[in-house]
């Protein structure tokens, strides 16, 4: 019985992978990459096989989090990463734990909200993209960069019919002066628009 729920879970894991490839959902950030985007600190939601925190190790930030809400994905992601000091990987869910994550960091944080179930699903929360940003106004920095992927799924079933426009107003709630763009990703920039940006000027 044990073997039959361990195929399970082997299963489902591999048909997500495919639902990700399908929906474009596993590209990494464009060719720039995260250089564009300096803080001392990353935090990424939604790490699943490591990709954002591997460019993220790539841009060389001084401290890289990354939170997963699947165990066998933390588990693969830490012995990738285990011989990087700098790279912790966290066990949860973002929309609950994302605070604990970073109400200790005293600097500015580069953000890369990636959380999703991989699948149009109408009877789940298929994103936690609002609970993660009301974690980031709780935190007193309010210059942080933001990064939101994968913006083609805004408005529809897998962002839970979240729209742009809301995740913006809702960026604004925790400082009014960002200013907001969108950068292609994928490997050579395929996916246009997709990753909302938010920065607040520098003086």
Known sequence: MEQKSKKGIRMKTMVMSLLLVANGLCANIAPSGFEAFPNYYFV???AYNGHGTRYAVRARFQEIHAVELLPQNVRRMMWMFRGFSNVHIHLGDSGKVLWNVIKEMDK???FWLDA???????HQKNTPIMEELEQIK????KTHTILVDDMHCSGKIMFD???KEQIAA??????PEYVIRYVP???DGEYPENV?????PQS
């Open 44 to 46: 990424e939601t939604g």
């Open 108 to 110: 500015p944080i580069t």
């Open 116 to 122: 999703h179930s991989g699948e149009d699903n109408p």
């Open 138 to 141: 709780w935190h007193p920095i």
């Open 161 to 163: 019919g979240i729209t």
């Open 170 to 175: 809702k960026i604004m709630e925790i400082n």
């Open 185 to 187: 990703r994928g490997n």
């Open 196 to 200: 909302m940006v938010a920065q607040v």
